[in-house]
Nanobody
């Protein structure tokens, strides 16, 4: 059973920083890509950033230059460093692991439970 556990959300003032973490657990021997999505009230879930196992990254235009995604393949963990936060970054942030290879099941995708990020003065 694969589980994604997120941490690091919270309340921060505009211009501040937060770091999100997401650890995947289970009988995993490879994960193709890990990423972060967010969903604000009344809006669709959108991709924030993703990173492939080889290190290739992809960012939404709205966060380029402010957010940095990284991963530790040995720990099956992905991080999102968020700087210069704006009120419009307020959302529930969800971790995603795509193409997860385990000992027992075919490759599958998994989601974390979500963590709230609120940017407000």
């Amino acid at each position: 059973q694969v589980q994604l556990v997120e941490s690091g959300g919270g309340l921060v003032r505009p211009g501040g920083s937060l770091t999100l973490s997401c650890a995947a657990s289970g009988s995993i021997f490879a994960i193709n890509a890990m990423g972060w999505y967010r969903q604000a009230p009344g809006k669709q879930r959108e991709l924030v950033a993703s990173i492939r196992s080889g290190g290739t990254t992809n960012y939404a235009d709205s966060v380029k230059g402010r957010f940095t995604i990284s991963r530790d393949n040995t720990k099956n963990t992905v991080y999102l460093q968020m700087n210069s936060l704006k009120p419009e970054d307020t959302a529930v942030y969800y971790c995603n692991a795509a193409g997860v290879y385990t000992e027992d099941d075919p490759p599958n995708d998994y989601w974390g439970q979500g963590t709230q990020v609120t940017v407000s003065s």
